[in-house]
């Protein structure tokens, strides 16, 4: 009897102990960027624009890093074939359409210089898709410089000047 009282108000002390220990140890919300709340079984099937990943850091890792990969490999090479044309095509696509799904990421309070980043980045993007399905070198070369410039500008204003990309 004794022990189970005993074990009963330990617990009682515990539970509580443990956790705001879990609520203080939180990473706190970083302030240049919202954190999107991601896809979760309530909101899954709402016809809105939800984010998967609501993490800023996640979705530019597994978006945009692989993407400029492929893409600044393939816009090294000098005699582009087909295959490259391809390649370039679908990677400028998604970076462009990438520029979208910045659109609703950004926090309301600085929205305005967040969204003209994404904006420019999507412009660029989506003229350098036009011009690989043109095949065209010297447009394409000027718009994919032009287009990791603003990657870069976001990632000055937004990421403390991290993440400075080289074409
Ligand atoms: C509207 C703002 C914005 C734009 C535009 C933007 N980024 Fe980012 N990017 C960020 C932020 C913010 C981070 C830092 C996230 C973090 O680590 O918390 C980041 C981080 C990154 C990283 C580092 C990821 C890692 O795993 O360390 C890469 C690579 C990257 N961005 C690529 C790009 C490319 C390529 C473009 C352009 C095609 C681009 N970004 C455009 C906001 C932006």
Redesign the pocket.
Known sequence: MKTNRFALTLGMLLVPAIASLIILTRAPI?A??AQAPSVEPSNELKSELVPVEG????????V??P???R?KESMAISEKDNANWKSIKSDSLI??E??NL?LF??SASESQ??????T??RKF?GQLYQAAKQKNQADSEVAYRT??Q??????Q????G??Q?AP
């Open positions: 970083p240049t960027f993490d800023m850091h996640e979705f530019m890792e597994y945009f890093q993407t400029y990969k893409l970076l462009a990438g520029g910045l990421r950004g210089d967040w969204n003209q980043h994404a420019t980045v993007g287009m990791i603003n990657c870069n500008a976001c990632h204003d937004f990421a403390d991290e993440h990309l």
